[in-house]
């Protein structure tokens, strides 16, 4: 059994930084996708980032929503299927709570089709960030 948890989130001023950590045990195969996500209070929950590790490609291929682009990094840790995502110059508006996922992927492509159609099986309980003005 997959188990996902996160880590990391709090309260920052605008312009602040976080590094978020999520740790999926369990996980057994040797290609994945793991992918943040963020629901905010009222809203429906929307892809930040995602990364892709397999076979399929030597390096990790990540993807960001556009509206993280530039402030916020997904990376790979180094014991398997942990993933951290820096925040930087974070907005009010990033706000919200953070969800980790894990799931299968053979390809870069299939991780990002998996990201766009918020398609994971296995979820972290999130954790909050919350930027004040």
């Known amino acids: 059994q997959v188990r996902v948890v996160e880590s990391g989130g709090g309260s920052v001023q605008a312009g602040g930084s976080l590094r978020l950590s999520c740790v999926a045990s369990?996980?057994?195969?040797?290609?994945?996708?793991m992918a943040w996500f963020r629901q905010a209070p009222g809203k429906e929950r929307e892809g930040v980032a995602s990364?892709?590790?397999?076979?399929?490609?030597?390096?990790?291929?990540?993807f960001y929503a556009d509206s993280v682009k530039g402030r916020f990094t997904i990376s790979q840790g180094n014991v398997k299927n942990t993933v951290y995502l820096q925040m930087d110059n974070l907005k009010p508006e990033d706000t919200a709570m953070y969800y980790c996922?894990?799931?299968?992927?053979?390809?870069?492509?299939?991780?990002?089709?998996?990201?766009?159609?918020?398609?994971?099986?296995?979820w972290g309980q999130g954790t909050q960030v919350t930027v004040s003005s």
């Open positions: 369990g996980y057994t195969l040797n290609t994945a996708c």
């Open positions: 996922a894990i799931d299968v992927a053979y390809t870069a492509g299939y991780c990002n089709t998996r990201f766009a159609k918020d398609g994971f099986a296995d």
């Open positions: 990364i892709y590790e397999g076979l399929a490609e030597n390096n990790a291929r990540t």
